[in-house]
């Protein structure tokens, strides 16, 4: 994609604001969090179920679907996918969460993903 000269002047996050795209690091994550529905929503294969836990508490502000964070003595954990994940999911609006599809969500996930990271 060729840039106008008015676009080379400006910073990484101009660009991206100007045409309207969101950075690298939002799109991995939106990615993850669609990856992470299909696993929850049982879209995924049976492979591997059970490594999240959902918050058993009828206390939980935000989204119904809240997910435990795993205690571990090691610090390499933090990295995993299933740990990862979860801090973002859990700060995801209830609408965003219950949504009807994975097509929904990524519709959805424009507005909390210009607020993370």
Request: aromatic share 6%.
């Amino acid at each position: 994609m060729k840039l106008g000269k008015d676009l080379e002047s400006k910073s990484y996050e101009e660009q991206l604001r100007e045409l309207g795209v969101l950075s690298l690091e939002k799109r991995r994550l939106r990615r993850d969090l669609i990856t992470l529905y299909n696993y929850l929503k049982g879209g995924c294969s049976q492979v591997g179920l059970g490594h999240f836990s959902h918050a058993a508490s009828n206390r939980i502000r935000g989204n119904g679907l809240k997910l435990c964070l795993g205690r571990f003595s090691l610090d390499i954990r933090k990295n995993f996918f299933t740990e990862k994940m979860v801090r973002h999911w859990n700060r995801l609006p209830r609408e965003v969460v219950e949504s009807p599809s994975p097509e929904v969500l990524n519709k959805q996930l424009d507005i909390p993903l210009s607020a993370m990271i």
